[in-house]
């Protein structure tokens, strides 16, 4: 990461497209850390960005640890591929010593940028939802057996063999984040909105 603040040379990140994960966080990330990148859009999938980066026409992409971790671990343990910065505040102890985006930031904006942009979307990726006006003792019990299912010994132990690593949110937390974002103050959504073009 200290080498690519220096850079003067644009990393190449494949990325899906607008509005994919691969696309957004490196671009919020860039614009907050000040990162020469150039964010190449258009591939179908990370297989595709994983062979892209393999053959050297992209230098890197941003993705999901669990997948990165369960489809590139021939090229990690042999160091052909290397984690270089995590982009959330939580960390898998596997890359517990890797630094954190927030690591590298100079001023209060630059994090609340990736907080907002980067940890709260992370946190929201794929969210359990439902419909408006479901009754509240309908959604604490089903919050609760969610909660209990996580934490269903078989269920771990399924999650474990498929080399998952189970990372939720609450329902109040993620219900606490969602509240957030919409309370966003001006000035920072027009600071993602412009890292984001």
Known sequence: MQQ??????????????????????????????????????????????????????????????NSVRSTWRKALDSGDVTVIVRITSTSDPEISRVPSAVDFT????????????????????????????????RVKVLRRAFSDTLKDSDFLADAKRSHLNIDAVSGDELEKIVSGLF??????????SEGLR
Do not use: H
Not at 128 to 134: D, G, I, Q, T, W
Not at 183 to 192: G, P, T
């Open 106 to 137: 100079r001023k209060p904006e630059e994090r609340k940028l990736i907080e907002v942009g980067v940890d709260d979307r992370g946190a929201i990726f794929r969210p359990y939802v439902l419909p408006p006006e479901v009754p509240l003792d």
């Open 4 to 65: 690519w603040q220096v850079s003067k040379k644009a990393i190449k990140i494949g990325s899906i497209g607008p509005g994919d994960f691969t696309y957004e966080v490196p671009k919020i990330v860039g614009y907050a850390l000040n990162l020469l990148m150039q964010v190449v859009a258009g591939y179908k999938g990370t297989a595709e960005i994983r062979l892209a980066v393999e053959n050297g026409e992209v230098d890197g992409v941003c993705m999901d640890w």
């Open 183 to 192: 309370r966003l103050d001006s000035a920072v959504a027009s600071k993602l």
